[in-house]
């Protein structure tokens, strides 16, 4: 079976402390390897998701002094690295994971 590769970057802005100048964007790169055949079922489609999601947590780290690993997690580097590989890979079930699905709720009127 063939394997793919495919890297992604994103260039992401470090918070800094608002007295100093603006960072320069930092390029977050990450390489996820996968099948195509990995997107045939839905568990095949779970797991690969959950492991780009795991890559993109990890070149999304952030240094800070705020948690007790001295790093935090940038979501927006995260969402739009996850954001960029889904299109990129453009696999019908992996789509379909990754778009929120807006559930639809009925409320009922409550009359007096």
Known sequence: MKRFAIAFGLAA???????SAPPEPEIVR??????????????GTRR???QLRIQANRACRVPT?????????DLDC????????VARIDAPRLTALH?????ETTLAAIDD
């Open 13 to 19: 802005a470090i918070a800094a402390p608002a007295i």
């Open 30 to 43: 990450i390489q996820f390897n996968f099948e195509r055949s990995d997107f045939a079922t839905e568990k």
């Open 48 to 50: 690969a998701y959950r």
């Open 65 to 73: 002094g705020l948690s007790a690993s001295g790093q935090d997690l």
């Open 78 to 85: 995260r969402d739009a690295l996850v954001d960029a590989a």
């Open 99 to 103: 778009t929120p699905q807006v559930k």
